[in-house]
Nanobody
Framework: QVQLLASGGGLVQPGGSLRLSCAAS????????MGWYRQAPGNERELVAS?????????RYQDSVKGRFTISRDNARKAVYLQMNNLEPEDTAVYYC?????????WGRGTLVTVSS
């Protein structure tokens, strides 16, 4: 089993920044992909950004966050970070850390990000 501990959510004004962190523990050997998803009220969960944990660290972003969000990793700790800049009210959601290991998805508890003035 993989456990994911996420932190860093909170309330921020439009244009502000937040940094989310997620660390994996337990059976971390074999994790090859980590990322962040989000779910706003009334919406389905959607991919925000992902990064491969092995090799070159290929990243993938949702179009709406490109140029504003940056995902990074710490391979040794099996940790992933999401730097969110120039936040918009539309970014308000519960953000979930995800890890994929041998084709199985693991989820952390969500962390709430609220962008409001």
């Amino acid at each position: 089993q993989v456990q994911l501990l996420a932190s860093g959510g909170g309330l921020v004004q439009p244009g502000g920044s937040l940094r989310l962190s997620c660390a994996a523990s337990g059976s971390i050997f074999g994790i090859n992909l980590m990322g962040w998803y989000r779910q706003a009220p009334g919406n389905e969960r959607e991919l925000v950004a992902s990064i491969t944990i092995i090799s070159s660290g290929t990243t993938r972003y949702q179009d709406s966050v490109k140029g504003r969000f940056t995902i990074s990793r710490d391979n040794a700790r099996k940790a992933v970070y999401l730097q969110m800049n120039n936040l918009e009210p539309e970014d308000t959601a519960v953000y979930y850390c995800n890890a994929r290991r041998y084709g199985e998805d693991y989820w952390g508890r969500g962390t709430l990000v609220t962008v409001s003035s």
